[in-house]
T-cell receptor
C-alpha cells in the first residue's frame, strides 16, 4: 500500500515555542491530507482537512490560528503548533487520501510540551 | 455520515476466532465501511474495506448483512500480536469526512 511518513517522530519543546510537523506521501500524490490528534487511551480526533493549494478546513473547536496547516504540494502537508502549551501535548497523526476511498496513515508524531 | 458504535473492549485467547461487530444504523447508499488496527504510539493500519456482502483478504474477513446497518470484522486464529484497538469507519466516496469512533480494544491472552 501507499506509504505516508511523518517527521519528526517525537519532539519535546518548551512552552511558548512553535513546532512544525511534516507529513509526506512517499510514493503517491495526495490532493487531500488529514490531521488528527490523539490523547492517551482515546480515539483519533479529526482536526482539519488539508487540500493542496487551498486553505485547510478545520473542525469545530480547533483554533486555526494555533494549528497552522500548509499543503503546498501534492506530497507534503505541514502542521505548525504555534505557541505550544502543555495541554497541546498529544500524538499527532496525518493521513493521505488516495483515490475516492482509500486513506493511509502516517506513523504519528509525539509532541511533549514542557 | 453514519455514527458507528462498537464494543469498548473484548478479550480472547490465542488461536481463537474473534468477531467484532460495528453498528452503523444510518449508513447511506453510497457509504462504505473500513476497518483499521492501531497499536500504541502508531498510526492506524488498514485492515479491510467493503460495501456489502462479504470481503476477505489475507488477514481478515468483513461480513456486511443486506441492510448494511452493521458490519462484523472477523479475525481468524488470533495471536498475542493482534492485541490492539480496532476502529470501524463509515466513509463516503469523494467525501472528506473521516471520523473515528471509540474503537474496540482487543486483548489476546495466552
Amino acid at each position: 500500500g501507499a506509504v505516508v511518513s511523518q517527521h519528526p517522530s517525537w519532539v519535546i519543546c518548551k512552552s511558548g515555542t512553535s513546532v512544525k510537523i511534516e507529513c509526506r506521501s512517499l510514493d503517491f500524490q495526495a490532493t487531500t491530507m488529514f490531521w488528527y490528534r490523539q490523547f492517551p487511551k482515546q480515539s483519533l480526533m479529526l482536526m482539519a482537512t488539508s487540500n493542496e493549494g487551498s486553505k485547510a478546513t478545520y473542525e469545530q473547536g480547533v483554533e486555526k490560528d494555533k494549528f497552522l496547516i500548509n499543503h503546498a504540494s501534492l506530497t507534503l502537508s505541514t502542521l505548525t503548533v504555534t505557541s505550544a502549551h502543555p495541554e497541546d501535548s498529544s500524538f499527532y497523526i496525518c493521513s493521505a487520501r488516495v483515490g475516492d476511498n482509500e486513506q493511509f496513515f502516517g506513523p504519528g508524531t509525539r509532541l511533549t510540551v514542557l | 455520515l453514519a455514527k458507528t458504535t462498537q464494543p469498548i473492549s473484548m478479550d480472547s485467547y490465542e488461536g481463537q476466532e474473534v468477531n467484532i461487530t460495528c453498528s452503523h444504523n444510518n449508513i447511506a447508499t453510497n457509504d462504505y465501511i473500513t476497518w483499521y488496527q492501531q497499536f500504541p504510539s502508531q498510526g492506524p493500519r488498514f485492515i479491510i474495506q467493503g460495501y456489502k456482502t462479504k470481503v476477505t483478504n489475507e488477514v481478515a474477513s468483513l461480513f456486511i448483512p443486506a441492510d448494511r446497518k452493521s458490519s462484523t470484522l472477523s479475525l481468524p486464529r488470533v495471536s498475542l500480536s493482534d492485541t490492539a484497538v480496532y476502529y470501524c469507519l463509515v466513509g463516503r466516496y469523494n467525501n472528506n469526512d473521516m471520523r473515528f469512533g471509540a474503537g474496540t480494544r482487543l486483548t489476546v491472552k495466552p
